[in-house]
């Protein structure tokens, strides 16, 4: 004879919520199931450890589903601990005894933010099932009570107890699917969903599927019901190194990641201690088709697994954005297996965790820099820009994030690491500096005056010609003992200037003093910071500069895009005095310091550095007019 009771007012709530879809991962009720069940079975297994005569016969532990399209029906059952009466009651018939209110504010948000998890974090993953079934109905018997019992919803206002048949220790769950979630019935689903929440559940999960047998001649092929296992009880990061191979690796790789290459490169991590956790993570070589990484926003992260369940597709919180290209799986049993996505930000746990992946990722990188050059140069080319936000965003490990990235070298015409430099630098290496120019294109930047210098010094610099470069410079003064420097810097000296040459430039500055003034008052002093005479540019008539913690042109243009904009910033004007248009510009100076000629010889010298540097006229009308009057004459 059954019995009916009504649910308590705040399990109705819940229920009412749950039912109308307000939680949008409905298929998470098979992982909710497979996890109940498995604690089931691991209640009884321990139980079994102290008393010897708990399993009776029944000592293989398994999970079975299997279904009946005619009816609708999914059944999952487990040999497990089983419920009493009372514990139906206590279990079934109340949910989640504290947090309640949370639990339904957070739910009605659910949609919204994508909170996979929130069902299992309140204790109500049961009834994860009426999201998709009409009606669902448990029978179960404890080894701790004489008779089954069986409870019986529709998930409204109550449910029944009732006795039932059921003679085995266990508990059967018997949902009968609606009709707007009728592809849940498919085997093919079924699989999915096992494989997706459930594959590495501790203990077997056989799925019913339907088989041909081999056909005699002339007669049709019989088909059969069979029990297929589905999960791989034993996942590939808790097995030991020892017992996988390259290709094991490299097949779980493309079952994570739909990237039909092998990986760069991967850490197969076991750690035990005050944190424990087991994790293998690889690194791409090329980007995934499948995956628009460059956006920080796109779903990234590792797999996140608690206790075989897992808990998170895409952990975000275990790797940093800028190591958003890595993919791979964290386990650990020191977390709660219920834990929301909330406090998984602020989790000590996790967050030495990551600490502790970072450098292991770091380490595999600086190893097969080493290694494996020409792939890894590959591997740059696809992600190196991703790398490069690790140097704006963490400051703690800019240099180690700096060490593995790569730079186009203006003598050796390939990319070399700040480390390569370093060793090259050869009797120079008393200057403790890096150079470097940045600009729009390798192009440009080889166009610039400053080059000269250097290339008759066989002093290397490196050529950044992405816009990201230039936020990585500003957070990133100096690599090791070595300063990072502009080419443009005033204070760059590479050959030390003999007394004569210092005599000599003394006296050009004296007779040159005048025309400096009358140029910067030509340009605009809103334009111009100084004007000065420099033997550093090569032969060309002159050249920009960005005073010392100024912004580069590219920086200034960077920031006004974005609406950061901080006023023209303004410059230093070099001019070359032993070139032909500067010491024409003298002549002009000394006849008629207020013609035209002078005037014209000013502006095109200051558009020419302009242009030099890859900027843009204010006037290229006026400009082309200078240039005329030049060819004319």
Known sequence: MSKKFNFEAETGRVLELLTHSIYSNKEIFLRELISNASDAIDKARLKSLTDATFLGENTKFEIKIWKDKEKNIIYLEDNGIGMTE???????????????????????????????????????????????????????????????????????????????????????????IDEANKELLEEWKIKELIKKYSNYVAFPILLQVEKEEKAEEGKEAKKELVWEQINETKPIWQKSKNELKKDDYNKFYTE???????????????????????????????KNMFVNIADPNTEYGSKLYVQNVLILEHAKD????????????????????????????????????????????????????????????????????????????????????????????????????????????????ELKTIFYITGKSEQEVLASPYIAQFRENKVDILLLTNPIDEWLIQSLPQYKEYKLKSITASDIELKKATEEEIKEQETTKKDFKDLLELIKNTIGAEKIEKVELSDKIGENVGALKTPENGLTPQMEKMMKAMGQSMGKQKRIFELNPKNEVVQMMKQEFEKDLKSEKLKDMILYAYEQAILLEGGELENVAEFVKRVNKFVGK
């Open 256 to 286: 994570i990641s739909y990237d039909f290459k092998e990986p760069l490169t991967y850490t197969h991590i076991n750690v035990e201690g005050a944190v424990s956790y087991k994790s293998i993570l690889f690194v791409p070589e090329e």
């Open 86 to 176: 009372e514990e139906l009651h206590s279990c079934i018939g109340t949910i989640a005894k504290s947090g309640t209110k949370e639990f339904l504010e957070k739910l009605k948000k659910a949609k919204e933010d994508g909170e996979h998890n929130l069902i299992g974090q309140f204790g109500v993953g049961f009834y994860s099932a009426f999201m998709v079934a009409d009606k669902v109905q448990i029978d179960t018997k404890s080894p701790l009570d004489t008779k089954a019992h069986r409870w019986l919803s529709d998930g409204k206002s109550e449910y029944e107890v009732s006795e039932s048949e059921r003679q085995a220790r266990g508990t059967i769950i018997t949902l009968f």
């Open 318 to 429: 275990l790797l940093p954005v800028w190591l958003r290209f890595v993919s791979g799986v964290v386990e650990t049993q020191d977390i709660p297996l219920n834990i929301s996505r909330e406090m998984l930000q602020s989790n000590s746990v996790l967050e030495k965790i990551k600490k502790n992946l970072i450098k292991k990722v770091l380490g595999e990188l600086q190893k097969s820099m080493k290694e494996n050059k020409e792939k890894y140069d590959i591997f740059l080319s696809h992600f190196g820009n991703i790398l490069k936000e690790g140097i704006y965003y963490d400051t703690e490990l800019k240099e180690e994030i700096a060490g593995v990235i790569k730079f186009k070298s203006m003598l050796e015409n390939k990319m070399i690491s700040l480390d390569e430099y370093r060793e090259k630098l050869g009797e120079k290496d």
